[in-house]
């Protein structure tokens, strides 16, 4: 973006991808304006907090126009926290519609941390506690950053306390559905990097696409993995997305069913051993990333993690509504 100069904390602004809209709520600048599409923001993180006010009900899906321009007139932000690439890579944006609604409007900072794996991201990628160091300055919120830091700080050694040794967790397969029959998913790399693979890595766990040349999907690669790949690969616990918020039996009729009834998936040890687990959201901020580690964490390792809390609901309610 250059360099981008802010009068104060944006009272008005939008994300559109979770994971700026989870940093600057965490920070008590309040809820975004508009979002992706709901059915990709962990809603249900926030709602967890007790006393904390958050309704998606006042949140503007974006994607259900194509981004139309024109919301962002309606939306009126001070700030768009959104890298720009995505809005013309995504969504067919040119330069000089980022220019307009930057001149008229409010500027653009943000950048796509996802992932680590599109060619067309040739600068910088932060983790997902360097952004949010960030995102605390626009909105002169250091105290709530610090807090979040240590919160955080006191799960990863919870979690290195209770991790089984490394040859008792299980090699795990990262996918996203591809297409509607069940059995064909888009591979992704547990060591990517990128911000929504956090949880799976600070787990410890094994990515069964580490000592082969298949790739992480991007938006330019959307290579998929059939039946008989899934069963070369054969990993021990299969992690599928897109199931955010999704129910038990759903998830199961949907993801697990299709897996145990097809002549070949029925046969990889994820599926005999029942770990086939829902993975939850694409992207994260620091909010959702304490909720996704604590169910994954109870998902892999339930003997270690039945007990535990990685999300401290309490605190987290009490630092974004600024009782620090």
Same mark, same amino acid.
Request: proline letters at 5%; aromatic letters at 12%; zero cysteines.
């Given at each position: ?19 700026? =809209? ?33 309704? !998606? #009900? #006042?949140?503007?899906?974006?994607? %259900? ?8 007139? #309606?939306?009126?932000?001070? *700030? ?20 307009? &609604? ?11 941390? /996802? ?24 909105? !002169?919120?250091?105290?709530?950053? !610090?807090?979040? *830091? ?10 290195? $306390?209770?991790?089984?040794? =490394?040859? !008792? /967790? ?9 297409? /509607?029959?069940?059995? %064909? ?28 040349? &298949?790739?992480?999907?991007?938006? %330019? ?18 992690? +599928? /997305? ?6 038990? %039996?759903?998830?199961?009729? $949907? *993801? ?14 994820? *599926? ?43 605190? +987290? ?8």
């Amino acid at each position: 973006m250059g360099e981008v100069e802010f009068e104060g904390p944006p009272e008005r602004w939008t994300a559109l991808l979770p994971t700026f =809209a989870d940093m600057a709520f965490a920070l008590g600048g309040g809820q975004t304006l508009g979002i992706q599409n709901h059915d990709r923001y962990a809603n249900e993180a926030f709602d967890a907090l007790p006393g904390v006010k958050h309704n !998606q #009900d #006042d949140i503007v899906d974006l994607v %259900s126009t194509d981004v139309d321009k024109e919301l962002f007139y #309606d939306m009126n932000a001070d *700030v768009h926290f959104i890298d720009p690439n995505i809005l013309k890579l995504w969504y067919g944006w040119d330069q000089s519609d980022i220019e307009e &609604i930057a001149n008229n409007l409010g500027p653009f900072f943000g950048s796509f941390i /996802r992932r680590h794996s599109d060619d067309w991201h040739d600068y910088r990628y932060y983790s997902l506690y360097e952004a949010f160091e960030l995102m605390a300055e626009v909105f !002169q919120a250091q105290d709530r950053y !610090q807090a979040f *830091v240590e919160l955080h700080e006191q799960m990863l050694e919870t979690i290195e $306390e209770r991790l089984p040794p =490394a040859d !008792q /967790r299980p090699t795990a397969l990262l996918v996203y559905p591809a297409g /509607r029959s069940g059995t %064909s998913f888009h591979p992704f790399r547990i060591d990517d990097g990128g911000v929504s693979t956090k949880q799976w890595r600070d787990l410890g766990l094994s990515g069964a696409l580490a000592e082969t040349d &298949i790739g992480h999907y991007s938006y %330019s690669d959307d290579g998929t993995l059939g039946p008989e790949a899934l069963l070369e690969i054969d990993p021990e616990a299969l992690l +599928v /997305r897109n199931y955010g918020g999704a129910s038990e %039996s759903k998830f199961r009729e $949907e *993801v697990v069913e299709p897996l145990e009834d097809h002549s070949v998936t029925s046969n990889i040890r994820a *599926v005999q051993n029942d770990a086939v687990y829902n993975a939850g959201y694409l992207d994260q901020g620091p909010i959702i990333n304490f909720y996704h580690t604590e169910l994954a964490a109870k998902d892999i390792y339930p003997n270690a993690f039945e007990d535990a809390t990685l999300f401290d609901r309490e605190r +987290v309610a009490q630092i974004v509504s600024g009782d620090l």
